[in-house]
């Protein structure tokens, strides 16, 4: 079929386009276009050749199930929206000249005209987009895995420095998991949560050895100087860019439902589930576990101690969900 150029149309000379439509075309010089009357294809505009790798000829007067533009499993999904003249936007497998494969997102639309009756199709090219994609989420993972490569090198300098609690964040971090994986929480959030409870006590760096490691109780001087662990921590992170509020997590895992924790006294809603999750995590393996001060106390107990707390030191739907993953679930918390 002879073929006229027009612009950046290319269409079949016995096709008359009007004006609108032609314009509607060179408006939308990102895309590949195609124009169907029902029975054949009318014009193309050159995006559209340039993105397929065909010329005018191969595509002008062919059926648009035959050109070969689409891709064996977008087909059917092409002939059940050509049946309907369904209109719209979603994205279908096309295939160039060469036979490779790609995603495209096309844009469907049917016009009417004095003479004819005309579906419009705009498509773009997903496939730099898919790329860059593909791109980002490699380079997102390569940084997460240092991200945590480098909390477990923290965790490990501190416990180095307080070997009676050695495992101690690790295990918070696991249970802190359990727990709101339990609760329903999103990956993302557990994977915020997971790094929050493994870092939860990095302020203890600045601790004096001799505090972190005393047999017996700690006077409450010593005690004041403890519980800086939880600013000192914050001011460690809080400069650092990261999706989710470990800093803050480092600093409210002591603060209670009631406004009696520390540092802040804060209260209700103004602690974050992160912080109320990773701080009913803290203290049951506290308490289920050795201390340089105490034997372990051991689950029976530390469970009623969080129970007791529900709703008022604790968030009730974190000590029930903790509960069910210690009691029914089987969760080992101690040494």
Known sequence: MDVVANSDLVFADSFEIEHDIQQLVQDLPFAGVIGYDGKKICFVNQECLKIFGKTAGELIGQDLLSAGLIADSSIEDVKSRIGTATEGVYELRCKRSDGSIFPAEVYAKELGGSRYRL????IRDLSPLHQARGQKEATEEKYKRLLFNLVHVLSHTLEKRDPYTSGHQNRVAQLSKAISTQMGMSDSEIEGIVLSAQLHDLGKISIPAETLTKIGKLS??????????TMQGYEILQGVDLP?????????????LDG???????????????????????????????????????????????????????????????????????FNLQL
């Open 119 to 122: 579906r419009l199709a705009a």
């Open 244 to 256: 989710w509020p470990v800093a803050q997590v480092c600093r409210s895992h002591h603060e209670r």
């Open 220 to 229: 409450s001087l010593e005690f004041s100087v403890l519980q800086i662990h």
């Open 260 to 330: 009696s924790g520390y540092p802040d006294g804060l209260s209700g809603d103004s602690i974050g589930i992160e912080s109320r999750i990773v701080g009913v995590a803290d203290v049951l393996e506290a308490m289920c576990n050795p201390r340089p001060y105490r034997k372990a106390l051991g689950l029976n107990v530390a469970l009623a101690e969080v129970r007791k707390g529900r709703g008022i030191h604790f968030d009730k739907e974190v000590v029930d969900a903790a509960t069910s993953v210690l009691l029914e679930h089987g």
